[in-house]
Every structure is written in structure tokens, then in C-alpha cells.
């Protein structure tokens, strides 16, 4: 069984920076793409960042320059450094990850739990 745990959201000022975790365990062959996406309240999930399995990049064009997705394949982590958040960066935030499970040929998409972030004075 896979599972992914994120980590790092919270409340924090205008302008402040977070950085988000997301760790996948369990019985894991490979990875292939990692993302994260957000929610806010009363509006559709949004790709924010996502990363290929080849270490290529792509950004929603709101938090380019300012968020960057990273990863530590030793430890089955995906990240995203928050610089210069702003009040509607508020949402709740998921990560996911194509994983194929050692226990299957195929991959499969896994999110996980969300973690919430509050950018406010």
C-alpha cells in the first residue's frame, strides 16, 4: 500500500515564505510525475506545479517566480518553496504523485491528505 504525507502549511503575513512536504511510502517500484495542486473555497482544484520524472518543470502563471517545486528521490520527497505569498494564495494545498506499486504493472495516481495554507495579517 502507498501513502503520501504532507507537511509545512500554516498561517503566515503577506509576503511571508512556507515550504511544503510531501512524502510517499510504502511499497513503491518508481515515481513518475510529482505535482502539487490547490483548492480554494469555491473554486475548482488548480495544477500549481508539477515536476516529470526527468526533473522538467511547469508553473501556473500566478505563482511563477515565486513558488519552486523540488524533489529528493533518495526519500521519496516532493517540496514547494512559497516565497512572497499573498492573501490569495489561501487554499488548501495537495500534492500528487504517478506511482507504480510493486505490486503492479501500472501506475496510478496517489494524493495526498492536503495540508492548509493562510496567507493573512
Known amino acids: 500500500q502507498v501513502q503520501l504525507v504532507e507537511s509545512g502549511g500554516g498561517l503566515v503575513q503577506p509576503g511571508g515564505s512556507l515550504r511544503l512536504s510531501c512524502a510517499a511510502s510504502?511499497?513503491?517500484?518508481?515515481?513518475?510525475?510529482m505535482g502539487w495542486y490547490r483548492q480554494a473555497p469555491g473554486k475548482q482544484r488548480e495544477l500549481v506545479a508539477a515536476?516529470?520524472?526527468?526533473?522538467?518543470?511547469k508553473y501556473a502563471d500566478s505563482v511563477k517566480g515565486r513558488f519552486t517545486i523540488s524533489r529528493d528521490s533518495a526519500k521519496n520527497t516532493v517540496y514547494l518553496q512559497m516565497n512572497s505569498l499573498k492573501p490569495e494564495d489561501t487554499a488548501v494545498y495537495y500534492c500528487?504523485?504517478?506511482?507504480?506499486?510493486?505490486?503492479?504493472?501500472?501506475?496510478?495516481?496517489?494524493w495526498g491528505q492536503g495540508t492548509q495554507v493562510t496567507v493573512s495579517s
Open positions: 500528487n504523485m504517478g506511482i507504480v506499486p510493486l505490486t503492479s504493472y501500472d501506475g496510478y495516481d496517489y
Open positions: 510504502g511499497s513503491i517500484f518508481s515515481i513518475n510525475a
Open positions: 515536476m516529470t520524472r526527468g526533473g522538467s518543470t
